[in-house]
C-alpha cells in the first residue's frame, strides 16, 4: 500500500498536464492557421521533449519501479500519436 500512495504523487499528473495543454493549444490555434505554417506546430515538438524529460524525472524519482517505467512505456507512445495528430492538425500538412 505505501508504494501505491508513494506512486499517486503529483509529479505523475504532470506528463498528462502536458498532453491536455497540447490539446488545448491545438483547439486554439488551428482554425487560424494555413498550410504548412510550422511556427504553430513549435510548441507541439517542445512539449513532447518536455513530456518525454519529465517521465524520465518520474522514473528516476521512483527508483525505476516497474510501475513507473511501465507508465512511461504505455503513455509516450500515445503522447506520439497524439501530438502528431495535433501537428497535422495544426500545420495542415501530413509532415
Known sequence: ???????????TNWPL??????????MSIFRYTTYSDFWA???????FVINV??????????????RSIGYAVLHIPVSFTLYILCAVLITKDFL
Open 41 to 47: 506546430s513549435y510548441p507541439v515538438a517542445a512539449m
Open 1 to 11: 500500500m505505501n508504494e501505491m500512495k508513494a506512486f499517486v504523487g503529483k509529479h
Open 53 to 66: 524529460g519529465l517521465h524520465i524525472f518520474i522514473m528516476t524519482k521512483e527508483k525505476f519501479k516497474p
Open 17 to 26: 498536464i502536458c498532453d491536455v495543454l497540447v490539446i488545448l493549444w491545438t
